[in-house]
């Protein structure tokens, strides 16, 4: 009795914990659970893909020569290479594949290979190396697209399954759970919302499928944090309404051109909430705004708080890196901001990067490119030294060509001093032959020409 006792316990505790996980009545009654009759629906949309290319700077001859001494073993003396990963079918009339950008990185020809053996050679569409997304395509009859699901429901716990080609074994298929959601700033790609799966995940399953128990595709499978090369139970996919984002604009322009919005932001900390004296510990806050790019142009003050970006709320500085990535030029954008305990709504719309550095340089052609702040009330030289600091500075810029240098001190502009930022930019937009500016640098002094 007491074996039995338990036996029926256990049974209402799976019973229970699974409906909670969103697993399907039928699978929950069935006297051997399985996945089995939804990854017959969904594996064939599930590609196998091989690339072979070149590397370009393997073939320079000066590398080459360096190469012959065996001084550098690490690096392949052959430029040539193969490559594997996986894929999946979106679109079944029109061939079209999703993928990841890394997988068909510098690749010369990619073949697909599909879940009933037969091979195809894909043409690129288009790739985005930001959101690391591809789109290729295939002229093949009788395809099986997957159905796409929705990631902005999936929750932590959700049973998934992973799919796609492992070291090079097609079709093979791993489950487990959603372990985390909005996972960011790992340095893995250039916007990063992933989903993160403890479903095991190996070399060669990028660009697979991670999808829920219903078949849908919830994600692509992209990348694993491991000492080994082997998978350690944390493994990453781009949601699919980012990959889906991504994808259309490809289909359309080919690439993603991004606009610019002009802020730098951090994620609002408690400690950072209370120094603000706001109650809301969510939120990013504008430490930076680029001079003459929308944001500046709206209004948009360092210190502000940001809560919403198109009506969506603003968790962290991920939240905004992520939309703003997401909008091509030209897109409308509605922020809602804290100032001063009060909510405002802001709106402008971003544009192209380029023009807005060609506006800023026309319109500050000295000193665009350098990033600067005014001496704080907590700074040790406050009281001692009146000037503008420079934080950083761009590359190749007219100040940096001058030889000004993170760090120095601008304390006069055409011998007028400098007490603040707006009193320096004043100075510099009304000179057109030149601009003189007397800096300090570790303890000393000297005189800077921009021209």
């Given at each position: ?384 030294i009146q000037g503008v600091k420079i934080l950083k500075i761009k590359d190749y810029s007219a100040a940096a060509i001058a030889g000004l240098r993170p760090g120095d001190i601008i304390i006069s502009a055409d011998r007028t001093s400098t007490t603040s930022i707006p009193v320096l930019l004043t100075i510099a937009h009304k000179n057109k032959n030149g601009l003189l500016l007397n800096i300090l640098r570790r303890g000393g002094a000297a005189f800077v020409v921009i021209k």
């Open positions: 009795m007491k074996t039995k006792s338990i036996l029926i316990t256990l049974f209402i505790f799976l019973v229970v914990t699974t409906a909670s996980a969103k697993i399907p009545v039928s699978l929950i009654q069935a006297q051997q659970p399985s996945m089995a009759n939804m990854l017959k629906k969904t594996m064939p949309a599930i590609v196998n893909i091989r690339t072979e290319g070149e590397i370009p700077f393997l073939n320079d001859k000066f590398l080459e020569k360096q190469l012959q001494n065996d001084a550098h073993p690490r690096i392949p003396k052959d430029p040539h290479f193969t490559g594997i990963g996986s894929g999946v079918i979106v679109d079944a009339k029109k061939g079209l594949i999703l993928t990841n950008a890394h997988v068909i990185d510098l690749a010369k020809t990619v073949v697909v290979t599909l879940n009933d053996g037969r091979h195809f050679q894909a043409k690129l569409v288009g790739f985005d190396n930001e959101s690391d997304i591809a789109v290729i395509q295939i002229d093949a009859k009788n395809l099986t697209a997957v159905s796409l699901g929705d990631s902005n429901t999936i929750q932590v716990g959700d049973f998934v399954a992973a799919i796609g080609s492992p070291f090079g074994l097609n079709q093979s298929v791993s489950s487990g759970i959603v372990s985390a959601i909005h996972r960011g700033d790992l340095g893995i790609e250039g916007l990063e919302n992933f989903i993160q799966t403890d479903a095991p995940i190996n070399v060669g399953n990028s660009g697979g499928a991670l999808v829920n128990v219903q078949g849908e595709l919830v994600g692509i499978n992209t990348a694993l944090i491991s000492n080994s090369g082997g998978n350690v139970g944390i493994g990453f996919a781009i949601p699919i309404n980012m990959a889906q984002n991504v994808m259309q604009q490809l289909l359309k322009f080919g690439q993603v051109h991004r606009g610019l919005m002009g802020v730098l932001v951090q994620t609002l900390s408690p400690d950072l909430a209370s120094a603000f004296g706001i109650p809301s510990q969510q939120g990013a806050v504008v430490t930076q705004v680029i001079p003459y790019s929308p944001a500046a142009k709206a209004g948009i003050k360092i210190g502000d708080i940001i809560t919403k970006i198109n009506d969506n709320n603003v968790q962290n500085n991920s939240d905004i890196h992520n939309a703003v990535g997401l909008l091509r030029m030209g897109s409308n954008v509605k922020l809602e901001i804290l100032r001063d305990a009060k909510t405002l709504s802001i709106q402008m719309s971003t544009v192209n990067p380029e023009d807005s550095e060609t506006s800023g340089q026309q319109a500050d052609p000295y000193l665009y490119g350098t990033e600067l702040q005014e001496i704080h009330q907590q700074d040790p030289i406050n009281g001692y």
